[in-house]
């Protein structure tokens, strides 16, 4: 027997022994990942499962929101009913999905429509706090401030605004809308400095957007001065 052999030989008795002395410790980390991957196996299935049912729900909520723009006077406010119960059984039964989000979206849009600004601003901001990461979330922000500012609420607007800015920066497309606003609201508090600073912000950092032209405007009638 040559030595590469005897050390092969070697090995595997060894490997023999090992296994042989700590079978039941085998046997139980086996079986506890056995376990571990059928349960994670079974967590995916279960949020797949969900998240499907949430869009099934969602679906039926965005059929009766087209036929409550079409439907008569008399038979909306049944629309409407039904309409806002589906949405919050979506919001509370399936927080955290895509369809949770565009619920309060809608929700929102809702109560926007009926001119009651203030709960629409909160459905806006709700959304924006549970959906961090959600395209709607960027949107959700502009239009809550949009909603204060009807209400009257200019320091909520200003900070829901901020807040388009803070968290989301260059990758909203609401971001330069934003600072012209917090412009706009500087100015009205006859704050030239910060407006100026606002509207710089978003020459330098956006040249390319519609609200930059504004921005300009406004300097040169501050340069004017």
């Known amino acids: 027997m040559t030595a590469g052999t005897e050390q092969k030989s070697g090995f595997a008795e060894k490997l023999v022994a090992f296994l042989q002395r700590n079978r ?5 980390l086996l079986t506890v990942l056995v376990v571990g991957s059928a349960g994670l196996f079974g967590f995916f299935e279960y949020n797949s499962r969900r998240a ?3 869009l099934q729900k969602l679906e039926q909520g965005l059929l009766l929101y087209e036929e409550l723009q079409a439907a008569e006077d008399t038979a909306q406010e ?3 009913s039904e309409l806002r119960s589906i ?3 979506i919001r509370s039964d399936y927080a955290g999905t895509y369809a949770a989000a565009r619920a309060a979206f ?3 849009e809702l109560a926007w429509d009926r001119g009651d600004y ?6 806006f901001l709700s959304l924006a706090q549970s959906s961090p990461r959600s395209h709607l979330a960027s949107r959700a922000l502009l239009l809550a401030a949009l909603a204060f500012e009807e209400t009257g609420d200019q320091d909520a607007a200003a900070e829901a605004y901020q807040r388009v800015v803070g968290d989301h920066g260059h990758e909203a497309p609401e971001t330069p809308r934003a600072l012209f606003a917090l412009g706009r609201l500087a100015e ?3 704050d030239q400095d ?3 600073s606002y509207y710089d912000q978003l020459v330098q950092d956006y040249s390319g957007a519609a609200w930059t032209n504004l921005a300009r405007n406004r300097i040169i009638y501050f340069e004017s001065q």
């Open 24 to 28: 039941r410790t085998l046997a139980i």
């Open 52 to 54: 499907e049912q949430a």
């Open 78 to 80: 049944e629309v409407l």
């Open 87 to 89: 949405l919050g059984e």
């Open 106 to 108: 809608v929700s929102a």
């Open 118 to 123: 203030h709960a629409a601003a909160e459905d």
């Open 188 to 190: 009205e508090r006859n």
């Open 194 to 196: 910060a407006a100026r």
